[in-house]
């Protein structure tokens, strides 16, 4: 039990490492810190180099200091499908309008996996911890998944019902804001509950598996006693 709690914490370090660590999470939100104050002094355009600058020394400092690369790499990605839609559109604003809707898209996702009766949380611990669907066969498991990924899905929800609306009416600053303090921090307290309903989970499925184990040794256990009174009622008859 102690082995596979061990276990169970390596693999909740190694997602928030997929994640960049907190740094990473923290460095997530430099280039809006950078975007928002240059757009309104300098314009759109520096701006945009600005955050692209920021993202590509975040990159870098991960490659120098041999830290998690992808989630970088993933960010610097990101902040140029922003900029180049801030461009497009010509309205620093526009920065914004992807995360917007990758918010929208994956509460929708999270969401009708629920609905599906395969929480997505079950789904990608599952894939981590090398378990598969075995939870599946545990009613307490599947609650605990699907409260986590109910989490997911209100925390995106949120985001975009409160960044669209700030979207629509103009309010560029308060963008920034809401991105920022709906960003890193919000996603560290639903990743807080997150692992403790993971924890829940896997209880519920350790002791769905040790239940199946003692009903498949209990048989056993009857035929050894019922051949063990053959036995003796044999020996009995032949003293007779």
């Excluded at 939870?135 to 605990?144: E, Q, V």
């Excluded at 600053?173 to 920022?180: E, N, P, T, Y």
Aim: with cysteine; charged share 15%; glycine share 12%.
């Amino acid at each position: 039990m102690w082995q596979s709690r061990r276990v169970t914490d390596r693999q909740e370090q190694s997602i928030l490492e997929q994640l960049g660590g907190v740094s990473g999470l923290v460095y997530s939100t430099l280039p809006i810190l950078v975007f928002v104050p240059i757009n309104s002094i300098w314009g759109l355009t520096a701006a945009i180099w600005g955050a692209l600058g920021v993202a590509a020394a975040v990159l870098v400092w991960r490659v120098v200091a041999k830290g998690a690369i992808q989630p970088a790499i993933s960010g610097f990605l990101g902040v140029g499908v922003c900029a180049f839609i801030a461009y497009r559109t010509g309205d620093a604003k526009g920065y914004f309008l992807f995360g917007i809707y990758t918010s929208l898209a994956y509460a929708g996702v999270f969401l009708l996996s629920i609905l599906l009766r395969w929480p997505l949380v079950g789904v990608l611990w599952g894939f981590l911890n090398g378990h598969g669907n075995s939870w599946r066969g545990s009613r307490a498991a599947i609650r605990a998944y699907d409260l986590a990924t109910a989490a997911w899905a209100l925390v995106f929800g949120a985001r975009y019902l409160v960044q669209s609306q700030l979207y629509d009416t103009d309010h560029t600053g308060w963008l920034a804001v809401s991105r920022i303090a709906m960003g890193w921090p919000l996603t560290a307290l639903v990743l807080v509950a997150t692992v403790w309903l993971v924890r829940r989970a896997d209880r519920a499925a350790e002791a769905l598996v040790e239940a199946g184990a003692d009903a498949e040794t209990e048989p056993e256990a009857g035929v050894e006693s019922d051949d063990r009174g053959a036995q003796s009622n044999g020996s009995g008859d032949e003293r007779s």
